[in-house]
């Protein structure tokens, strides 16, 4: 490295840390080296060290990425050894010949015998492992029963996942603590699933619902406070028909809906003790949150409070989409408040052409049914074009209201004759 000393911030690099673009491509490329196995943890960790200017400075930002990237080469040595491991038990039964000469007879010993039993039982792959560890991790879904034919996708070439690792140190504990947590889950979200469905001291709550806490999605209300008052069992089951293509049967859109601060509160509190059965530590959290909510919905006018509830849900929906962010960090919430809060909100707004037209499409049937009721004037002519189902007025007499035309009316005539729709 020059002297020149650190060059502006990058923007993959958050504010503090002030690290060069030519450090963070050296480290890259040390981290990528490390993986290929062209040198072993120890050196790769002397020369990260000596990348960066300040890694040696206590509690500075040079020590804090350098922390980051060692954190990449422990995880980088863990899923080496842990395909080692596997690559050991996948070759086991076509080893090469042993130092003693028997690798010929143990391969014959281990032959399919005549009657087809005895070396099946050795053969099998749930022999000797936990069930629903690692025969579930290698077979989530239908689309990924090639996995294991692909190649892994190089972590230190995505600069989303670098960054991920220079920022956690950033990070507060409790978000650090929900990312490690999803990415665990992420590797088998129906195992974990399982898990819970199986512990001993859950809530009753939808599996779509645990599955969104599961993947760090946002939970659904409507869909919670329709289980809560539900007689019925939630059955649901996927069918592959295409590559990556699954339908789901037995899946239905919620009966009620979230619409007043009682069904809000009602739902929340089964979502809140979903959520924290999950994450523990996210219960300040969410408790503050439900304070937020509930004094918006407090001091607001009740015909308000279908705005709070468009808001909570745009909030959680914001949330679940980020991992710098948390419920409880209700000061960064303003702008939302005034768009769908204000009357000028641009989200308020957008609502209501929605009922504009709505009261457009009752007034004009108001007003079809009007004219349906006048007499046509080319029928009482004798001369309209259209039948009687067809025409947008009635086919009556404009004298007496009956089912002829004015000529054939015996009533005596009157001024009303000639008023009539056209």
């Not at 492992?129 to 090639?146: N, T």
């Not at 046509?376 to 089912?403: G, L, Q």
Request: charged residues 30%.
């Amino acid at each position: 490295m020059s002297g020149d000393g650190p060059g502006p911030s990058t923007p993959n690099v958050p504010p503090g840390l002030n690290l060069d673009t030519r450090v963070i491509e050296e480290c890259s490329a040390l981290v990528q080296q490390f993986r290929d196995r062209k040198f072993d943890k120890t050196i790769a960790v002397a020369r990260i060290m000596g990348a960066i200017p300040t890694a040696f400075v206590e509690g500075g930002p040079g020590q804090q990425a350098a922390r980051s990237y060692i954190g990449m080469l422990d995880q980088i040595e863990k899923e080496l050894v842990a395909a080692a491991s596997r690559g050991n038990r996948g070759g086991h039964h076509s080893r090469s010949p042993s130092p003693d000469g028997g690798g010929g007879r143990r391969s014959r010993s281990r032959s399919p015998s005549p009657n087809g039993r005895g070396d099946r039982r050795a053969r099998s792959p749930d022999r000797g492992r936990r069930p629903g560890i690692r025969e579930r991790s290698r077979s989530v879904s239908p689309a990924d029963e090639s996995g294991s034919k692909r190649q892994r996708v190089n972590d230190s070439l995505l600069p989303w996942v670098i960054e991920g690792f220079i920022i956690e140190p950033t990070l507060s504990p409790e978000l650090a603590k929900t990312r490690r947590m999803l990415l665990e889950f992420a590797k088998d979200p129906k195992y974990v699933l399982g898990t819970i469905r199986n512990s001993t001291n859950h809530v009753a709550f939808p599996d779509s619902e645990w599955l969104a806490i599961i993947k760090g999605d946002a939970v659904d209300l409507n869909k919670v406070i329709t289980n809560q008052f539900s007689v019925s069992h939630e059955r649901h089951r996927t069918e592959a028909i295409g590559d990556g293509v699954q339908i789901l049967f037995g899946s239905s859109t919620p009966t009620k809906t979230v619409s007043t601060h009682a069904d809000w509160l009602t739902a929340w509190s089964k979502a809140a003790d979903a959520t924290t059965f999950v994450f523990p530590h996210r219960r300040l959290e969410l408790e503050a949150y439900r304070r937020y909510i509930t004094d918006l919905f407090v001091s607001s006018a009740e015909h308000v409070h279908e705005r709070v509830i468009l808001l909570d849900r745009k909030l959680c929906n914001e949330v679940a989409g980020r991992r710098d962010l948390l419920l409880s960090d209700c000061g960064q919430f303003s702008h939302w408040e005034r768009s769908f809060l204000n009357d000028n909100g641009a989200a308020y707004l957008e609502s209501k052409p929605k009922t504009k037209e709505v009261s457009k499409g009752v007034s004009a049937g108001s007003s079809g049914e009007k004219k349906k009721s006048e007499p046509c004037r080319r029928f009482n002519d004798e001369r309209c074009p259209s039948n009687k189902s067809t025409c947008r007025f009635a086919h009556i007499c404009s004298r007496c209201r009956r089912n002829h035309p004015v000529s054939k009316c015996d009533r005596p005539s009157a001024v009303s004759d000639t008023f009539g729709a056209a």
